[in-house]
């Protein structure tokens, strides 16, 4: 146990246990220390095929934000990809950029990262969907119409009907 004279002649321990704890986290490694990792996100969630989507990606290490494991020395870096193709690259803290989602269908969204802890990577799938038909439009009626009339081919100048039987007769004319 350490012991520290106060300024009374008595011992004063905690200060120097404090102390020394302090020391013991700072020079020790952690036994199970996690690599990096990278959230991504997209806007909108589901893009329609032809609508631009927003890819946000946040690069993470040792189980929390860039910036705090700079501070002790983590640091790092990450890639994004979209179907293979490098969308982000080389990024030590953020990215954001916008891009074409592609055919409807389910695409791959990947991220891989490293840092002072090892590299690590991931996937999700995006669902692009097809895009919502543009409605026929319905023809306007002309008002008023047009006036006219029907010209017929041909027509019946008269018919006489006799009923069947001998004493019938029929003229036409």
Do not use: E
Request: charged share 5%; aromatic share 6%.
């Amino acid at each position: 146990m350490l012991r520290l004279p106060g300024p009374s002649g008595r011992n004063n321990t905690w200060p120097g246990a404090a102390l020394l704890l302090f020391a013991c986290l700072l020079t020790a490694a952690p036994a199970a220390a996690q690599s990096c990792s990278v959230d991504v996100s997209t806007n909108p969630f589901s893009p329609a095929a032809g609508q631009a989507m927003t890819v946000n990606a946040t690069l993470n290490s040792n189980g929390g934000p860039i910036l705090t494991a700079r501070a002790i020395g983590g640091g790092g870096s990450a890639d994004v990809s979209y179907d293979g193709a490098t969308i982000c690259s080389s990024f030590s803290d953020s990215c954001s950029t916008t891009i074409d989602p592609g055919s409807p269908g389910l695409h791959n969204l990947s991220w891989s990262c490293s840092d002072s802890n090892g590299s690590n990577s991931g996937s999700q799938t995006v669902d692009v969907t097809s895009p919502s038909p543009t409605p026929t439009p319905t023809p306007t009626p002309t008002p008023g119409g047009t006036n006219g009339g029907i010209g017929p081919k041909f027509v019946v100048l008269a018919v006489t009907y006799a009923p069947p039987g001998p004493q019938s007769t029929v003229t036409y004319m």
